[in-house]
């Protein structure tokens, strides 16, 4: 990947957003910045991969960086997941809070890392969003271009930070229910951020992604770059949380029609062949070791990634048994699981963790593309196509035979994709956003509302399914309402 000086620029650009030792909630006036001119400025803030983890970062005025934390509360507060105090004892006060589902995860002089880890970044999208069409150089299409990827990228880390401090979407209240701030201009200055509504904030990400589509490229180089396909995807996933299934069906088709415009391979690996190259026999504690990274995963449309280490190599937290109880035997996908410590694989484990892969991308890729689109089709009563999309999925996870979904009843086969999501996504991170979805459906809300640490018995009520204002937010933003 091509440097420029723009690193320079980068690193300023975030510096303004960091939250850490603010006295506002945007801060940090730089000194000596350099000036966005040219189009290999703009483009080159697209480039630095720092915007592509879901980590919380400070960039220090000369130069260095110094990461904060991972936005790993979903992860941590997902039902399908359990720790102990022996095994967990030595995370952060925060983490340790995030698991036990408390009211306030943050206290004042604590960095946010789920807020940092959306609202820095969209602080340089926004400076590409208002300056790319005022470049020196560049053609009419590249500035129009790079314009759409900053405003996707843009919309959808605003989708992840509905998804963390609002209410789950709810048409009949999304109006009045408080969503986050919106911003979109890289200022510095401004104060008395005040939260738009959930509809408006999901209004504009459906508005940023139709109206920047036409401007995206056919081809993108790298999966850290987003195209067509990436940007259909987001808009898919954003009408599968609104529950406006046709809608969602309709964007995640356009998705994968556009995957064949792309210069790389994107497709399901077949573990049936693959995992006798991933799998070690003589190192089982270590999982699928040789899975391929996120950025190199064939499965991978565009990459936006949580790192699992303190999954994989930590022995801390681990996916419940009725989780591992969804897995038939045959289903390969148990390879990326281990209930041995990952480095000797002599000690026993409370459960079993995820030791493969050691990131779980939250962005767009062909499997939550099947898994979204089979569920969406299922709830519209299209059971042939839903059972088509699942089956393409599984086939290439276990023998043919065992592949088959055997189901026949529209009830069936939404609880069966549901199931599915759990199989394919357990440990990633991703149930989080199934568990706010999933918390109000009559019908079929699985959430496991109980968990444990040490003696303790914890519960999981509805308004810990919404994250808490961070408290150094509020400090800095008195007048901002807070959650329930």
């Known amino acids: 990947m091509k440097t420029y000086n723009y690193i320079k620029i980068f690193t300023v650009a975030f510096t303004l957003l960091a939250l850490s030792g603010c006295e ?6 730089p000194k000596g910045i350099d000036i966005l001119q040219g189009i290999k400025h703009y483009n080159g803030l697209l480039n630095n991969n720092m915007a592509l983890t879901f980590q919380n970062y400070r960039f220090l005025e000369g130069g260095g960086t110094s990461m904060l934390g991972a936005g790993d509360a979903p992860l941590i507060m997902g039902d399908d997941m359990f720790t102990t105090p022996a095994n967990f004892g030595t995370k952060t006060r925060a983490q340790i809070a995030a698991y036990r589902w408390q009211a306030d995860i943050y206290e ?16 340089t999208y926004n400076l590409i969003a208002n300056g790319v069409m005022s470049s020196i150089d560049g053609t009419e299409a590249k500035k129009r271009e790079l314009r759409a990827e900053a405003r996707v990228n843009r919309a959808f880390n605003y989708l992840f930070l509905v998804n963390l401090y609002a209410k789950p979407y709810n048409s009949n209240t999304a109006s009045t229910d408080l969503g986050v701030p919106l911003i979109t201009e890289a200022n510095i200055n401004a104060e008395n951020h005040t939260r738009a509504s959930v509809k408006d904030v999901y209004d504009f990400i459906v508005k940023e992604i139709e109206e920047s589509i036409p401007d995206l ?26 529950k406006e299934y046709t809608k969602a069906i309709t964007s995640l088709n356009n998705s994968e029609a556009a995957l064949t415009a792309l210069p790389f391979k994107v497709e399901l690996y077949d573990y049936n062949t693959m995992m006798n190259s991933w799998f070690t026999p003589a190192l089982p504690q270590m999982g699928a070791r040789s899975f391929p ?6 499965e991978t449309i565009y990459m936006k990634q949580l790192v699992l280490v303190m999954l994989t190599m930590q022995n801390s937290i681990f996916v419940k048994d009725w989780v591992m109880a969804k897995f038939g035997q045959s289903d390969l996908r148990r390879k990326h699981f281990y209930d041995k410590d990952y480095m000797s694989g002599s000690m026993q484990l409370p459960g079993y963790q995820r030791a493969s892969p050691t990131s779980s991308n939250w962005g767009p ?29 599984r086939v290439n996870r276990m023998p043919a ?3 088959v979904v055997p189901v026949t009843t529209q009830d069936a086969m939404v609880r069966f994709v549901l199931d599915e999501r759990i199989r394919e996504q357990a440990g990633t991170g991703m149930r989080w956003f199934d568990m706010r979805r999933l918390a109000d459906d009559t019908q079929y809300n699985n959430l496991d509302r109980t968990r444990t640490y040490g003696t303790e018995t914890l519960t999981l009520t509805n308004n810990r399914l919404t994250l808490k204002i961070p408290a150094k937010i509020r400090l800095f933003n008195p007048n901002m309402p807070d959650n329930e």
């Open 24 to 29: 506002k909630f945007l801060d940090i006036k």
């Open 108 to 123: 004042e002089n604590e960095d946010p890392n789920e807020w940092g880890a959306m609202y820095v970044p969209i602080y």
């Open 217 to 242: 490229p056919n081809q993108t180089s790298v999966r850290v770059r987003l195209g067509k396909a990436a940007a259909w995807f987001i808009l898919g996933r954003t009408y599968f949380y609104m």
């Open 293 to 298: 990274t996120q950025f190199n995963s064939e």
């Open 365 to 393: 890729d062909l499997p939550d593309l099947y898994l979204m689109r089979a569920e969406c089709k299922a709830r519209v009563n299209d059971l042939t196509g839903a059972k088509a999309d699942l089956e393409t999925l």
């Open 401 to 403: 035979e065992d592949a």
